[in-house]
Structures are given as structure tokens and as C-alpha cells.
């Protein structure tokens, strides 16, 4: 198993920028691909960006694509997500996940983090 914590969360203004980090202990973090997911109020939970166990491959949605930066430092067994010129839209709770198999689908991953707030407001 591997527990998962996400940090860097906060209040950011429209077109600003906010780096989360997700730590992970328990088993190698290599063995694992990682994911990022965010849930605003009321929506489904939804994939942002995943990033394949050794960081040769990333995947992003969309709706982030040339915005977001996905990245790992499997030294320190920690994911990152790097966000820029963030929206209003943008505005929800964040989700780290592992799962060994490289995916954007949230029901493919089993291992989760806690979440940390992300709120674009002016």
C-alpha cells in the first residue's frame, strides 16, 4: 500500500500560479504511476494530469493542457503539480492517486490522498 498527503493548496487570483506537492510512503513509490484528479462542488470528480512511474510519460485533460506541469522526484517520493494561469474554473479540491497502471480514469486508481483546496477568486 502507499499513503498519500497533498500540500500547497490555498487562494490564488485569476491568472496566478500555485505548485501542489503529494508525498507518498508505504511501498516504492516507483512501482506506482501517479495522477492528479479535482472535484469542484457539485461535479463529478475529474482527471487533471497523470505522469507514468519513472516520469517518461505524462498525460494531461484538456481543460489544463499547456498550463499545468505534471512532474516527479521519485529520489523524494513526491509528485508535483505545477499550475499557471489559473481560472475560476480551476476552483476545486485536489486529489492526488497511485495506481501501477498508467491512467487518466479515476476508477483505475486505488490509492488516494486527502485533497487540498485550490480557490481562484479575485
Known amino acids: 500500500q502507499v499513503q498519500l498527503v497533498e500540500s500547497g493548496g490555498g487562494l490564488v487570483q485569476p491568472g496566478g500560479s500555485l505548485r501542489l506537492s503529494c508525498a507518498a510512503s508505504?511501498?516504492?513509490?516507483?512501482?506506482?504511476?501517479m495522477g492528479w484528479f479535482r472535484q469542484a462542488p457539485g461535479k463529478e470528480r475529474e482527471f487533471v494530469a497523470a505522469?507514468?512511474?519513472?516520469?517518461?510519460?505524462?498525460y494531461y485533460a484538456d481543460s489544463v493542457k499547456g498550463r499545468f506541469t505534471i512532474s516527479r522526484d521519485n529520489a523524494k517520493n513526491t509528485v508535483f503539480l505545477q499550475m499557471s494561469s489559473l481560472k475560476p474554473e480551476d476552483t476545486a479540491v485536489y486529489y492526488c492517486?497511485?495506481?501501477?497502471?498508467?491512467?487518466?480514469?479515476?476508477?483505475?486508481?486505488?490509492?488516494w490522498g486527502q485533497g487540498t483546496q485550490v480557490t481562484v477568486s479575485s
Open positions: 492517486a497511485a495506481d501501477p497502471r498508467f491512467s487518466g480514469v479515476v476508477g483505475e486508481y486505488d490509492y
Open positions: 508505504g511501498r516504492t513509490f516507483s512501482f506506482y504511476a
Open positions: 505522469i507514468s512511474r519513472r516520469g517518461g510519460s505524462t
